[in-house]
């Protein structure tokens, strides 16, 4: 409805932090009930998820250390590459090689999902790989510790239970895959 009052208002913005992966901004905001306030927000660029299917469907994860949690954890390939505005699929299948070495003939998109849309504006689409085969990985500078694995289906989905796998969009995606009947 044209005449219809915003939840939320944006009344000013600005940049509180930005480096080459992310901005940082502070809105000013302005509620429907007419109270205002502030909102930060974390701009990211958005990235792919990809489940690398076997043919006997076993499914391959990678681990890293991630740095913001002091740990390493399990999870499916992800990440971003190349300018805004790639091609999703393409980025899925860099992303594969990168990390895993593997090369897939099929790459079915899957959906698409927000991070954490309380505070960031990034989301990610899912992408189902099957017909693998395996050449070299290609680990950027900041993947130089990640290691890849594969894993049954039910020894993945006991991780899953036990909290082992602890990646939210991992979990999210096989959730999302699993519902879907695709795996």
């Not at 076997?54 to 913001?68: E, K, N």
């Not at 602890?166 to 999302?176: F, I, N």
Request: hydrophobic letters at 40%; aromatic letters at 8%; proline letters at 5%.
């Amino acid at each position: 409805m044209p005449d219809e009052i915003p939840d939320i208002q944006t009344l000013d913005s600005r940049v509180v932090y930005r480096n080459a992966w992310m901005t940082v901004r502070e809105d000013a905001i302005r509620r429907r009930d007419g109270s205002t306030g502030i909102y930060g927000v974390v701009e990211k660029s958005d990235f792919v998820v990809v489940v690398p299917v076997h043919a006997d469907g076993s499914l391959q994860l990678v681990q890293q250390f991630r740095y913001p949690v002091k740990a390493r954890f399990w999870e499916f390939p992800q990440g971003m590459w190349g300018p805004p505005g790639t091609d999703p699929a393409l980025a899925a299948q860099h992303e594969l090689q990168e990390e895993t070495g593997l090369a897939a003939t099929s790459m079915v998109h899957a959906g698409r999902l927000n991070l954490a849309h309380g505070t960031m504006c990034q989301g990610y689409d899912i992408f189902l790989a099957t017909g693998l085969s395996q050449g070299d990985a290609a680990p950027e500078l900041e993947e130089q510790d990640l290691i890849t694995r594969v894993f049954g289906r039910a020894e993945f989905e006991r991780m899953l239970i036990s909290g082992e796998i602890k990646d939210a969009t991992s979990v999210a995606t096989y959730g999302l895959l699993r519902l879907k009947g695709l795996l």
